[in-house]
T-cell receptor, first 116, second 115 residues
Framework: DTAVSQTPKYLVTQMGNDKSIKCEQN?????MYWYKQDSKKFLKIMFS???????INETVPNRFSPKSPDKAHLNLHINSLELGDSAVYFC???????????????FGPGTRLTVL | AQTVTQSQPEMSVQEAETVTLSCTYD???????LFWYKQPPSRQMILVIR??????QNATENRFSVNFQKAAKSFSLKISDSQLGDTAMYFC????????????FGAGTQVVVTP
């Protein structure tokens, strides 16, 4: 009964490759997020989707393209991977993004991406 | 823009003792939410406690409690009766209502509980 799941958990790839990370939530939440945690553990939001619609798009290189086929899924595709993309990527979801009484977010287990 | 500052990179505490983690934030808003998240070695991010700015009463969750000082923009976390399982990275986070859940995280404080 995993709430927010991500695949794969680990991803090792060469510079220049294209890769995808998948995220699924079974909580019935409307809003999903992608965060990046760098080597110093700093966590920063990248994207947010509400009911398949892009809501937040932080300053992220356009090599990163999120896709939400339905409100339970939010995938992250990365083109032309660079060394600096090495990080842990977290997917999260919350019941409602806007107007909520609070913004509690439920996180997935993270995907550790290593670019060689 | 809001900023969240955690000034303690690492703290060590013995089992059964108490440790307090500091967090300060900067905002011009009057209504907002504050959170403490825990990230153990397993990497999973877990919500520890939350506080609504309009509530004066400090939130508590079992051994975890906060000291929310709105005027000082301070939101510290106290862990009482520390247990080995409390060893983790702790992140303070700030969120605004109607912001589509965007959270601003602090840099984190690594807590190590020793026997």
């Amino acid at each position: 009964d995993t709430a927010v799941s991500q695949t794969p958990k680990y991803l090792v790839t060469q510079m220049g490759n294209d890769k995808s990370i998948k995220c699924e939530q079974n909580l019935g939440h409307d809003t999903m997020y992608w965060y990046k945690q760098d080597s110093k553990k700093f966590l920063k939001i990248m994207f947010s989707y509400n009911n398949k619609e892009l809501i937040i798009n932080e300053t992220v290189p356009n090599r990163f393209s999120p896709k939400s086929p339905d409100k339970a899924h939010l995938n992250l595709h990365i083109n032309s991977l660079e060394l600096g993309d090495s990080a842990v990527y977290f997917c999260a979801s919350s019941p409602r993004g806007s107007g909520s009484s609070y913004n509690e977010q439920f996180f997935g287990p993270g995907t550790r991406l290593t670019v060689l | 823009a809001q900023t969240v500052t955690q000034s303690q990179p690492e703290m060590s505490v013995q089992e059964a003792e108490t440790v307090t983690l500091s967090c300060t934030y900067d905002t011009s808003e009057s209504n907002y939410y504050l959170f403490w998240y825990k990230q153990p070695p397993s990497r999973q991010m877990i919500l520890v406690i939350r506080q609504e700015a309009y509530k004066q009463q400090n939130a508590t969750e079992n051994r975890f409690s906060v000291n929310f000082q709105k005027a000082a923009k301070s939101f510290s976390l106290k862990i009482s009766d520390s247990q080995l399982g409390d060893t983790a990275m702790y992140f303070c986070a700030f969120g605004l209502p109607d912001s589509w859940g965007k959270l601003q995280f602090g840099a984190g404080t690594q807590v190590v509980v020793t026997p």
